[in-house]
């Protein structure tokens, strides 16, 4: 065990450098005669073969390994070389695994490769591999870094992450000195780093909260940052490091870098685009002319936003080494760099839709609306003559001999991006009117404000410089403009559980209810304020959307149950803390609300069934986003990009019942983690199954045998009673957020009491109506045609009456006096009042009348030709006693007393 004062990054390279044999040096060194140095700029420790007073940082080493003549190579191709190389040297050759992470919950993307193998169980992190080495072609999408892509040159939003892992070294694997070895075999041999520009640095590694970590050597030639070989070596136990009984080697190779570094082009985008860009020359709006943008592209890795300095600062100054003009820089540069970031964020669109994701605004579909903005937005600003779709597609052709299946997806994504345009457009056009009134104000835009621009208007940063560039106004936005507007890559934490009870003294609950228990006799292990904890519980905690079990525990009514780490907590209806039957160590009978639990496990597997429905009719994208099945319905939610339709809901429910009338079987198995992964795939993890080592899979077959659904589910299933589950009917289905729909349904017992409570209100309304139940809709028709006609004639009836009045107002009031002032009672409902003051006023235009009847409804009206003020006369006839309102021609309202 290492000592230190506190698992801190400074005090671990402290640590490590003070025994750098046993934690950097390893055999090639020696071999190779590259000994340990000091930076003199930065302090770095580094291992290189020739005498160097420098580290090759990046911060103080410029790159100089562009080629006046680079060498273009497929990615496919590059690919091949790189595995070649691997498989070669005995690892196993795997194929990448999602980029959207189902398998750790806690992450919205896959971030890393060894993100793959990775597998956390009760807070702890194990490993799931198929074979050991492997290298692994990962895609990882990264977006906190999004305003760099484009602009600095070799930032990305989706990048493999070339994996060659090592595990559970020493019984298995290898550590430093095969890694090294491979390391510099490769990057010398294959890449063609000359030996005397090779660099190995030592740093330290560790996860953000330093559960797991270890030294580390990054490899670096000609300024670049090869690679990162990390040695997981540590593990954070109770604040001390202690050495993992299973050590990992963990080499994520920056495939984008290593082709950019073996190309020589100037910036990375040219070299891993580059036959798509080739094949877009002739259609873009815009030259792709390279001698600007090559001037500029050698200081653009100056334009990093995480680093300090104002944005604009840095590009005036850029300028003016190159000797750009703005004008140039507006008209040649900046719609290259805009190029460059669709391309970019077109593969990582590509990547995520074919893997199950959509934009959204709510978890990680937010990242991904966030980039197809900022890719529309360039669209539109630079009328680039490309469409992201025709980005999309030369994409998935140029991927296919890696990426076969990106070209299936490709009528999703059209469809994605149709939808998302459609809604873009919306928001520009209010867009205009809200950035012009913010930029007149001629404020300073902040942060805060970027993102509540972003979340309530949809509006980008890009969006508003583009708006003020139209406007001649040049706006500093600030630096670091998406920080705000971007999500982290880690999911939010689930809701916090809502009993006020500590149960770290008590031992795990045995749970009876996963034997199908409804009842057993337990013991009392504590009773508190409405809290019962027991020994053994057959009462299902509520978990994965499905609610809790009630029932009864000694006699008392219970109303909830939760799960808190390992003990159930019962909750009581009422104060149960003084019970006498409650005592600690009791004995006491529970019973389980069979009716209830039943209708839980009807709705849970029918909910199973939906999901396997939606992804059949709906299609693979269609994930499970959140469940609830309750006593009287379940619904689920599913990632859709539009809105379901009758028939695609016609279609959802013929499925599952089609299903359920001929037969299904439910079997609860319980797998090892690689196997079910291996034989279901990752929609095992669709719902809320954690991947542990021991999965407890529920699988649906048809009677033949034939896969229905496979899940990882800790829920309660209808397992050998699955004609519980009756019928399925769909009862509503709504979009409840941009990316998402909900299905609610009923099954079994509930479907019973759904088409009871139907058939009683139908029934009544056609026994009221006086009609068969199946004929209510053409009653309906009948009764609205028969109302409106009633309705003309009352109307008709009353402008007659109203007419009538007018004439007896006329010659009662009016006829023979000057005035043009009145104020009349009159006993009829408003309606009628407004009608004859009106045709008063059309007698005599002059007029101003004021009419009030008996319940003190007051009506105003002022003929054309008067000057005077219907809303005045009202108040000042009544005073404080006028509620109501209107406007010079008319008023109406009532006096109170
Ligand atoms: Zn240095
Ligand atoms: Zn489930």
Same mark, same amino acid.
């Given at each position: 065990?290492?000592?230190?004062?506190?698992?801190?990054?400074?005090?671990?390279?402290?640590?490590?450098?003070?025994?750098?044999?046993?934690?950097?040096?390893?055999?090639?060194?020696?071999?190779?005669?590259?000994?340990?140095?000091?930076?003199?700029?930065?302090?770095?420790?580094?291992?290189?073969? !020739?005498?160097?007073?420098?580290?090759?940082?990046?911060?103080?080493?410029?790159?100089?390994?562009?080629?006046?003549?680079?060498?273009?190579?497929?990615?496919?191709?590059?690919?091949?070389?790189?595995?070649?190389?691997?498989?070669?040297?005995?690892?196993?050759?795997?194929?990448?695994?999602?980029?959207?992470?189902?398998?750790?919950?806690?992450?919205?993307?896959?971030?890393?490769?060894?993100?793959?193998?990775?597998?956390?169980?009760?807070?702890?992190?194990?490993?799931?591999?198929?074979?050991?080495?492997?290298?692994?072609?990962?895609?990882?999408?990264?977006?906190?870094?999004?305003?760099?892509?484009?602009?600095?040159?070799?930032?990305?939003?989706?990048?493999?992450?070339?994996?060659?892992?090592?595990?559970?070294?020493?019984?298995?694997?290898?550590?430093?000195?095969?890694?090294?070895?491979?390391?510099?075999?490769?990057?010398?041999?294959?890449?063609?780093?000359?030996?005397?520009?090779?660099?190995?640095?030592?740093?330290?590694?560790?996860?953000?909260?330093?559960?797991?970590?270890?030294?580390?050597?990054?490899?670096?030639?000609?300024?670049?940052?090869?690679?990162?070989?990390?040695?997981?070596?540590?593990?954070?136990?109770?604040?001390?490091?202690?050495?993992?009984?299973?050590?990992?080697?963990?080499?994520?190779?920056?495939?984008?870098?290593?082709?950019?570094?073996?190309?020589?082009?100037?910036?990375?985008?040219?070299?891993?685009?580059?036959?798509?860009?080739?094949?877009?020359?002739?259609?873009?709006?815009?030259?792709?002319?390279?001698?600007?943008?090559?001037?500029?592209?050698?200081?653009?890795?100056?334009?990093?936003?995480?680093?300090?300095?104002?944005?604009?600062?840095?590009?005036?100054? @850029?300028?003016?080494?190159?000797?750009?003009?703005?004008?140039?820089?507006?008209?040649?540069?900046?719609?290259?760099?805009?190029?460059?970031?669709?391309?970019?964020?077109?593969?990582?669109?590509?990547?995520?839709?074919?893997?199950?994701?959509?934009?959204?605004?709510?978890?990680?579909?937010?990242?991904?609306?966030?980039?197809?903005?900022?890719?529309?937005?360039?669209?539109?600003?630079?009328?680039?003559?490309?469409?992201?779709?025709?980005?999309?597609?030369?994409?998935?052709?140029?991927?296919?001999?890696?990426?076969?299946?990106? !070209?299936?997806?490709?009528?999703?994504?059209?469809?994605?991006?149709?939808?998302?345009?459609?809604?873009?457009?919306?928001?520009?056009?209010?867009?205009?009117?809200?950035?012009?009134?913010?930029?007149?104000?001629? !404020?300073?835009?902040?942060?805060?404000?970027?993102?509540?621009?972003?979340?309530?208007?949809? @509006?980008?940063?890009?969006?508003?410089?583009?708006?003020?560039?139209?406007?001649?106004?040049?706006?500093?936005?600030?630096?670091?403009?998406?920080?705000?507007?971007?999500?982290?890559?880690?999911?939010?934490?689930?809701?916090?559980?809502?009993?006020?009870?500590?149960?770290?003294?008590?031992?795990?609950?045995?749970?009876?209810?996963?034997?199908?228990?409804?009842?057993?006799?337990?013991?009392?292990?504590?009773?508190?304020?409405?809290?019962?904890?027991?020994?053994?519980?057959?009462?299902?905690?509520?978990?994965?959307?499905?609610?809790?079990?009630?029932?009864?525990?000694?006699?008392?009514?219970?109303?909830?149950?939760?799960?808190?780490?390992?003990?159930?907590?019962?909750?009581?209806?009422?104060?149960?803390?003084?019970?006498?039957?409650?005592?600690?160590?009791?004995?006491?009978?529970?019973?389980?609300?069979?009716?209830?639990?039943?209708?839980?496990?009807?709705?849970?597997?029918?909910?199973?069934?939906?999901?396997?429905?939606?992804?059949?009719?709906?299609?693979?994208?269609?994930?499970?986003?959140?469940?609830?099945?309750?006593?009287?319905?379940?619904?689920?939610?599913?990632?859709?990009?539009?809105?379901?339709?009758?028939?695609?809901?016609?279609?959802?429910?013929?499925?599952?019942?089609?299903?359920?009338?001929?037969?299904?079987?439910?079997?609860?198995?319980?797998?090892?983690?690689?196997?079910?992964?291996?034989?279901?795939?990752?929609?095992?993890?669709?719902?809320?199954?954690?991947?542990?080592?021991?999965?407890?899979?529920?699988?649906?077959?048809?009677?033949?045998?034939?896969?229905?659904?496979?899940?990882?589910?800790?829920?309660?299933?209808?397992?050998?009673?699955?004609?519980?589950?009756?019928?399925?009917? @769909?009862?509503?289905?709504?979009?409840?957020?941009?990316?998402?729909?909900?299905?609610?349904?009923?099954?079994?017992?509930?479907?019973?009491?759904?088409?009871?409570?139907?058939?009683?209100?139908?029934?009544?309304?056609?026994?009221?109506?006086?009609?068969?139940?199946?004929?209510?809709?053409?009653?309906?028709?009948?009764?609205?045609?028969?109302?409106?006609?009633?309705?003309?004639?009352?109307?008709?009836?009353?402008?007659?009456?109203?007419?009538?009045?007018?004439?007896?107002?006329?010659?009662?009031?009016?006829?023979?006096?000057?005035?043009?002032?009145?104020?009349?009672?009159?006993?009829?409902?408003?309606?009628?009042?407004?009608?004859?003051?009106?045709?008063?006023?059309?007698?005599?235009?002059?007029?101003?009348?004021?009419?009030?009847?008996?319940?003190?409804?007051?009506?105003?009206?002022?003929?054309?030709?008067?000057?005077?003020?219907?809303?005045?006369?009202?108040?000042?006839?009544?005073?404080?006693?006028?509620?109501?309102?209107?406007?010079?021609?008319?008023?109406?309202?009532?006096?109170?007393?």
């Amino acid at each position: 065990m290492l000592n230190l004062p506190k698992l801190e990054k400074n005090e671990l390279r402290k640590e490590f450098a003070k025994d750098y044999k046993s934690y950097y040096s390893t055999k090639l060194f020696e071999e190779e005669g590259f000994e340990r140095r000091k930076c003199k700029e930065c302090g770095k420790n580094f291992w290189s073969a !020739e005498e160097r007073e420098l580290c090759e940082d990046p911060e103080h080493t410029p790159y100089t390994f562009f080629k006046d003549k680079p060498k273009s190579v497929g990615y496919v191709e590059f690919w091949k070389k790189f595995a070649k190389f691997f498989s070669d040297n005995d690892h196993a050759v795997i194929d990448r695994y999602p980029v959207v992470s189902r398998w750790r919950q806690d992450l919205y993307f896959t971030i890393a490769s060894i993100q793959d193998f990775q597998r956390i169980e009760n807070g702890a992190m194990g490993f799931e591999y198929s074979a050991n080495p492997l290298i692994v072609p990962q895609i990882c999408l990264r977006f906190p870094d999004i305003e760099n892509v484009g602009i600095t040159g070799r930032h990305f939003t989706s990048f493999m992450m070339a994996g060659q892992h090592a595990f559970n070294y020493p019984k298995e694997g290898y550590w430093r000195d095969r890694t090294i070895e491979l390391n510099y075999k490769f990057l010398t041999g294959m890449l063609g780093v000359k030996k005397e520009n090779l660099v190995y640095s030592e740093d330290v590694w560790a996860m953000g909260d330093f559960s797991e970590f270890g030294p580390c050597l990054e490899s670096f030639s000609n300024g670049l940052e090869l690679v990162n070989s990390v040695f997981t070596q540590f593990e954070n136990v109770n604040g001390k490091a202690k050495e993992l009984p299973d050590m990992v080697v963990d080499v994520g190779w920056g495939f984008e870098r290593l082709m950019w570094f073996y190309t020589g082009f100037d910036n990375a985008y040219d070299a891993v685009f580059h036959d798509i860009i080739e094949k877009s020359k002739g259609k873009l709006s815009f030259e792709m002319e390279s001698d600007h943008f090559r001037k500029f592209a050698k200081y653009s890795s100056e334009l990093d936003v995480t680093e300090k300095g104002s944005y604009r600062d840095k590009v005036r100054a @850029i300028l003016k080494k190159t000797g750009i003009t703005e004008q140039e820089y507006e008209r040649k540069v900046k719609p290259m760099q805009a190029f460059y970031a669709t391309l970019d964020h077109s593969r990582t669109l590509l990547f995520a839709i074919s893997d199950g994701a959509l934009p959204s605004n709510i978890g990680g579909g937010y990242n991904l609306r966030v980039i197809l903005r900022r890719a529309l937005g360039f669209m539109s600003e630079y009328k680039m003559g490309l469409g992201l779709m025709d980005m999309a597609e030369m994409q998935a052709k140029e991927l296919k001999g890696l990426y076969p299946e990106l !070209e299936e997806h490709l009528d999703i994504l059209s469809k994605v991006i149709d939808i998302e345009s459609k809604r873009y457009e919306k928001t520009t056009e209010n867009a205009g009117r809200i950035i012009n009134a913010l930029i007149q104000k001629r !404020e300073k835009i902040g942060k805060e404000q970027l993102r509540t621009l972003y979340e309530s208007n949809g @509006i980008t940063p890009e969006l508003i410089s583009t708006v003020a560039a139209k406007e001649g106004i040049k706006l500093d936005l600030p630096e670091g403009a998406y920080e705000d507007i971007i999500k982290g890559d880690f999911a939010e934490k689930k809701k916090a559980v809502r009993v006020d009870l500590s149960v770290e003294n008590f031992p795990k609950t045995e749970p009876l209810y996963y034997k199908f228990a409804t009842e057993s006799d337990s013991k009392v292990l504590h009773a508190s304020k409405n809290y019962i904890i027991l020994d053994r519980t057959p009462f299902y905690p509520e978990g994965g959307g499905q609610e809790a079990d009630h029932g009864k525990i000694g006699g008392h009514e219970i109303i909830d149950v939760q799960k808190i780490g390992n003990v159930i907590v019962h909750i009581a209806k009422g104060d149960i803390g003084k019970a006498s039957e409650l005592k600690e160590g009791k004995k006491v009978k529970c019973l389980v609300d069979i009716d209830r639990r039943n209708r839980l496990m009807a709705h849970h597997t029918s909910t199973h069934l939906m999901s396997a429905a939606s992804r059949s009719v709906i299609g693979k994208h269609a994930w499970q986003e959140g469940t609830r099945k309750s006593y009287d319905k379940a619904h689920i939610d599913i990632s859709h990009y539009d809105k379901l339709n009758e028939a695609e809901i016609n279609k959802l429910e013929q499925f599952v019942n089609g299903a359920l009338l001929n037969g299904i079987k439910v079997s609860i198995e319980e797998m090892e983690r690689g196997k079910a992964e291996g034989e279901f795939g990752f929609s095992i993890y669709q719902g809320h199954g954690m991947p542990t080592k021991t999965m407890r899979m529920v699988i649906i077959r048809d009677r033949d045998g034939k896969l229905i659904d496979a899940e990882a589910c800790g829920g309660l299933h209808v397992a050998g009673k699955e004609y519980a589950v009756g019928m399925v009917k @769909i009862i509503n289905t709504s979009r409840i957020s941009d990316g998402v729909d909900r299905i609610e349904f009923v099954a079994g017992n509930a479907a019973l009491d759904y088409f009871d409570r139907e058939h009683t209100q139908l029934s009544s309304a056609a026994e009221t109506l006086n009609t068969d139940m199946f004929k209510l809709v053409e009653k309906e028709a009948k009764l609205k045609e028969e109302n409106a006609a009633l309705m003309k004639r009352a109307i008709e009836k009353e402008e007659k009456l109203a007419g009538i009045m007018a004439e007896e107002l006329y010659s009662k009031h009016v006829e023979g006096s000057k005035k043009t002032e009145l104020s009349i009672e009159i006993d009829e409902p408003r309606e009628t009042m407004r009608r004859a003051l009106s045709g008063l006023t059309k007698k005599n235009e002059k007029l101003l009348v004021l009419a009030k009847n008996g319940k003190g409804d007051v009506v105003c009206v002022r003929g054309s030709a008067s000057k005077k003020s219907a809303l005045e006369f009202a108040k000042n006839t009544f005073g404080a006693k006028f509620r109501g309102g209107g406007s010079d021609s008319f008023a109406e309202g009532v006096v109170t007393n």
